[in-house]
């Protein structure tokens, strides 16, 4: 039962491989409107569209700061997310010792706490940045 176990699973790897192995790439990227390639242009990355410069930046100082913010709360937040996974890990690896398991769910909590700090606080940012834009 096992060989013929064996040699089902590897025809189904073999299957598998022959099927997926030779899909083509497939462009589904258009370039927006106002590039210089005309809106739709087929092509293979969005650099290749030549979008105009006009509006590539940002020189006022509370643009950069929002920015700033908004990337370390960005980063933050998958650090929380980091940990909530690691708990999980070590809840999963506890094998039933009950100071494992304590510590693991100590962690995922804190984790989840992290976590939704960090979404309030890039809440809070965005609505007192654009309160002050407005």
Do not use: W
Not at 99 to 110: N, P, Q, R, V
Request: proline share 1%; hydrophobic share 50%; with cysteine.
């Amino acid at each position: 039962m096992t060989n013929n176990l064996k040699k089902g699973l590897g025809l189904v790897a073999l299957t598998l491989t022959t099927v997926f192995g030779f899909v083509g790439n497939v462009s589904a990227i258009g370039c927006p409107p106002g590039s210089l390639r005309g809106e739709g242009a087929d092509v293979k990355s969005i650099s290749e569209c030549n979008i105009a410069q006009e509006h590539a930046g940002s020189n006022d100082l509370m643009g950069t700061i929002n920015t700033a913010i908004n990337v370390v709360l960005g980063v933050l937040g998958l650090l929380a997310v980091i940990v909530i996974i690691y708990g999980g890990f070590m809840y999963t690896t506890s094998a039933g010792d009950a100071s494992k398991i304590k510590k693991a769910k100590d962690t995922i909590m804190y984790g989840v706490v992290g976590l939704v700090i960090a979404l309030l606080a890039y809440a809070i940012v965005n609505f007192v940045v654009s309160s002050i834009f407005k």
